[in-house]
């Protein structure tokens, strides 16, 4: 049976760490304050920012929502961003996505000062976590190096297969995965066979967006799972990519759905709004 990754339990340790050091900052009269900008009604969107908020004020973050017109002209969002840039009791920024169609999301992402890009989708922040330079790591990715980090597992010379090639989620953990010197193999839509990589993994993360997409029969004996997939099924329950009953009877180490990665991705996005400020 799989040793249970706890993230929620790990989040809030983090987040403890974090209160204590938002306190010191304010003490020396800097304060930690994260503008969020959400454009139109996303029901999914809507329940994150306001996750994110209850986060800021439990650890003393000041938190400044922006909520925009779905019909917003790009040039609008645009001069929005610049203007927090130049708010200097702005510390980090954050655009949330999806945004509606007919919006650029990647010039938004470009406008953001890379030193108040607190999600890491800055191109010159992307471009220091390829070099393995000190940057701000997207959210997700870095919660889950830090899971591997609390729970001792180490990737160096592990073959790890990362489903999934999102801007958010895989390509920033390629990178991270790498930078531990692990060899990384990236299986998405249009790759074929995908168990032949997955039986020869010895760790696998997850994030298709499939439920229970991965089986039992699909990975090998001590593997470690990573799932950050969150669906939510017909009965209303939420479920990750992966089959949690049946996997975690084989796996080593598993994250769960609900309590995995979910908490550690906003924990990450705290210590972010800290390292901004500091």
Do not use: W
């Not at 049976?1 to 989040?11: F, S, V, W």
């Not at 306001?50 to 925009?68: Q, V, W």
């Not at 592990?158 to 990178?175: A, D, E, F, M, Y």
């Amino acid at each position: 049976m799989a040793t249970i990754i706890d993230g929620k339990k790990l989040a809030q340790e983090i987040r403890a760490k974090l209160k204590i050091e938002c306190e010191e900052l304010k003490q020396k009269g800097i304060i930690p304050k994260l503008a969020v900008i959400m454009i139109g009604e996303d029901k999914a969107s809507q329940v994150y920012v306001r996750n994110k908020s209850k986060a800021c004020n439990e650890i003393g973050i000041e938190f400044e929502e922006y909520l925009l017109n779905e019909n917003i002209k790009q040039n609008e969002l645009i001069e929005l961003i610049e203007k927090l840039n130049k708010d200097t009791s702005i510390k980090g920024i954050l655009l949330q996505s999806p945004i509606p169609k007919g919006l650029d999301i990647n010039e938004a992402f470009r406008t953001i000062a890379p030193e108040k890009d607190v999600d890491g989708f800055n191109p010159v922040n992307v471009g220091k976590l390829s070099l393995n330079q000190d940057t701000f790591v997207s959210c997700t990715p870095y919660g889950i190096m830090k899971m591997f980090e609390a729970y001792g597992i180490d990737l160096e010379g592990k073959n790890v297969v990362i489903l999934g090639r999102s801007n958010i989620v895989g390509k920033p953990l390629i990178q991270c995965c790498l930078n531990k010197n692990a060899t990384v193999t990236v299986c998405h839509s249009k790759t074929k066979n995908i168990e032949e990589y997955t039986k020869r993994a010895d760790v696998v993360i997850v994030a298709i967006g499939k439920s229970k997409f991965v089986k039992e029969e699909m990975i090998k004996k001590d593997a470690v799972i990573i799932d950050v997939g969150i669906n939510r099924g017909e009965d209303g329950k939420l479920t990750g990519d992966v089959d949690f009953e049946k996997v975690s009877q084989k796996a080593s180490y598993i994250t769960p759905v609900p309590g995995g990665v979910g908490p550690m991705t906003i924990a990450m996005l705290m210590n972010n709004v800290i390292k901004a400020s500091k």
